[in-house]
């Protein structure tokens, strides 16, 4: 399908954006304890002002530092930062044209484990809707042909070169079919070949009606000459806005001619770097040329010639994620069987000849029962946790990138969901192989009890992890943070003191404990079926005598079955709110660029 067969005609001179006093900072930071700032406020765009007509293919440019990319994510109503001025699209502000304006960022957040295809089709279910409609088919399809991606349709994305993640990176962005298209170095990272192909399907898109606006950095003379429009900025302030016929005038009406063969964009960047006079004269020269145009208003019936974004339902949303993490999760699953080798496995077999024989109906075996319940416990809270610690530091650009598509929510909870396989299959493998070796009443029931009860435990444990990888983003502060709340939460477990002698002040603290509840559940589950307990006449200590002394001595609940259900339901609500409120924080951020 061609681009134009789906795009709107172009009509001249019809300002669809403009630009009236921009004005863009980074706030004053200060110490909570310091009434001194720590860093001062920094202006990145200074009183920006101009317009943009439909069907321009406008390339910016400008010195590092110039305010390009503040300035791009200011046009596409992303910009996160305190600002004054504004932006508007048809005399609308642009941030209630949701959908008309679309980023294709300078560096490609994908998840690299799908297929181009898989790719398409999850971004074409989440941002237009089913595939199984011919026209989103249709759409799907097209693009895959446009962007000469139908022979890659099953290369995992990871395995694409930097022109074809591009060009997959456009095709995604163009499935919404926004009107305006706003590029961050487009051809940063590409060979000349790859990067004269990409900017030569940005402008048939900008032959179409669409605007295409790109910051390019020190682009070629070929690939310069490309574009219709130039937008020069420097100093934060937005120097030359016009055609490249124009821009070379503007130079030369203050004495600067670009040498013959020299490459004009690199004239233009110098002119402005290393002279503020130049600037200046640029300024004052421009200040007609950068006035909003007011003499041509827009056309209404363009303010609606765009397709708003749909948004799937939530349990839909939930359902494609989990979809798309289930692909990449299937390509991986020899490193999942290794890991559950070694963690499981390898454990499980540690325990069986460390524990061979233990039983809970002597005095010695008491402390070797307890150890035992209290290790098969902790292996699968700490094994589940700590394996969701880090789901979000490979996938937090990916997801501020997808901001919008789907909901906050809906992410954490898929994420939640694809653990739970794991917390099936680590507790089978411990439980069936561990308990060989230890004396279990009724041992059949007992150990589906105990997989049961370490299933239902490791629920909360995920939670626990992906609260804390919500909270702390950071690979250092979380591994400076998790032993210490891991170390009262532990210990509330009753494995290391008695609970029945804590003091008042940190006695609630074992409520949010995922520890106390498993604990508590297995150690019921088994003592309770320990009727005597054999004391020889030559014992000096106190003996035990069943198994509801042993319970009575750690300190755990009759009434088991009800607090702990209720607890489990509690943390893993708790850790799963504190994880949401963890990913919103960084939703508000802003769009990651």
């Not at 210990?491 to 609630?508: K, N, T, V």
Request: glycine share 6%; net charge neutral.
């Amino acid at each position: 399908m061609e681009l134009n067969l789906y795009d709107k005609e172009p009509v001249e001179n019809d300002v669809v954006i403009r630009i009236k006093g921009l004005k863009v900072w980074t706030p004053e930071e200060k110490s909570w304890w310091r009434r001194k700032p720590t860093k001062s406020r920094s202006v990145i765009l200074n009183n920006v002002s101009g317009s943009i007509r439909q069907g321009e293919f406008a390339a910016i440019i400008g010195p590092s530092g110039a305010g390009k990319t503040t300035f791009l994510v200011s046009l596409a109503g992303k910009c996160t930062l305190p600002s004054e001025g504004s932006v508007t699209l048809w005399a609308r502000n642009v941030k209630a044209c949701e959908g008309a304006v679309e980023i294709v960022p300078q560096h490609e957040t994908f998840m690299d484990g799908l297929s181009v295809m898989e790719h398409l089709v999850f971004m074409t279910e989440m941002k237009i809707g089913s595939c199984k409609d011919l026209r989103n088919k249709a759409r799907l399809y097209g693009l895959v042909e446009e962007f000469k991606l139908k022979a890659h349709v099953n290369t995992p994305v990871g395995g694409l070169s930097g022109g074809e993640r591009r060009l997959l990176s456009l095709a995604t962005t163009l499935l919404s079919d926004p009107q305006i298209l706003i590029c961050d170095e487009p051809t940063t990272g590409l060979d000349s070949y790859n990067a004269l192909l990409v900017v030569a399907v940005l402008k048939k898109l900008a032959t179409t009606g669409r605007i295409v606006i790109c910051s390019v950095h020190q682009p070629s003379c070929d690939l310069f000459k490309e574009f219709s429009s130039v937008l020069l900025m420097a100093e934060g302030r937005l120097l030359f806005h016009g055609t490249q016929d124009e821009c070379s005038n503007a130079f030369e009406s203050i004495g600067l001619r670009c040498p013959l063969n020299y490459n004009p964009a690199e004239f233009y960047i110098r002119a402005v770097s290393n002279s503020n006079t130049n600037v200046e004269k640029l300024v004052e020269l421009s200040q007609n040329r950068l006035s909003v145009d007011v003499d041509n208003p827009s056309r209404p019936d363009l303010v609606h010639n765009y397709n708003r974004p749909i948004q799937r339902n939530w349990f839909k949303q939930v359902y494609l994620l989990l979809w798309r993490l289930s692909l990449s999760l299937k390509r991986e699953i020899k490193n999942q069987l290794i890991q559950l080798v070694i963690s499981v496995v390898a454990t499980s077999l540690v325990l069986c000849v460390a524990y061979g024989g233990a039983s809970g109906t002597t005095q010695l075996g008491v402390q070797a029962m307890r150890g035992f319940l209290w290790l098969i416990t902790s292996e699968v809270s700490f094994g589940v946790s700590y394996s969701a610690l880090y789901a979000f530091e490979y996938e937090i650009s990916l997801f501020k990138r997808e901001a919008g598509v789907y909901k906050c929510s809906a992410y954490f909870v898929s994420r939640l969901l694809s653990f739970v396989p794991r917390c099936i299959i680590w507790p089978i493998t411990l439980v069936s192989i561990s308990t060989l070796a230890v004396d279990l009443p009724n041992y059949i029931l007992t150990a589906t009890e105990f997989t049961v009860l370490l299933i239902l435990s490791s629920i909360p444990a995920v939670a626990y992890g992906l609260g804390m990888a919500a909270l702390f983003t950071s690979t250092g502060i979380i591994g400076d943070v998790m032993p210490c709340v891991d170390l009262p939460l532990l210990l509330m477990s009753g494995a290391f003191l008695r609970l029945s002698s804590l003091p008042p002040w940190i006695y609630p603290v074992k409520y949010i404990s995922h520890f106390y509840y498993a604990m508590d559940s297995i150690s019921n589950i088994y003592w309770r079926q320990i009727d005597f307990i054999d004391c020889p006449s030559n014992e000096t200590s106190t003996c035990i005598k069943d198994g509801a002394g042993v319970l009575l001595e750690n300190g755990y609940v009759n009434d088991f079955i009800f607090q702990d259900s209720i607890g489990f339901v509690f943390i893993t609500m708790f850790w799963c709110l504190l994880g949401y409120l963890g990913l919103k924080r960084e939703e508000k951020k802003g769009y990651a660029y």
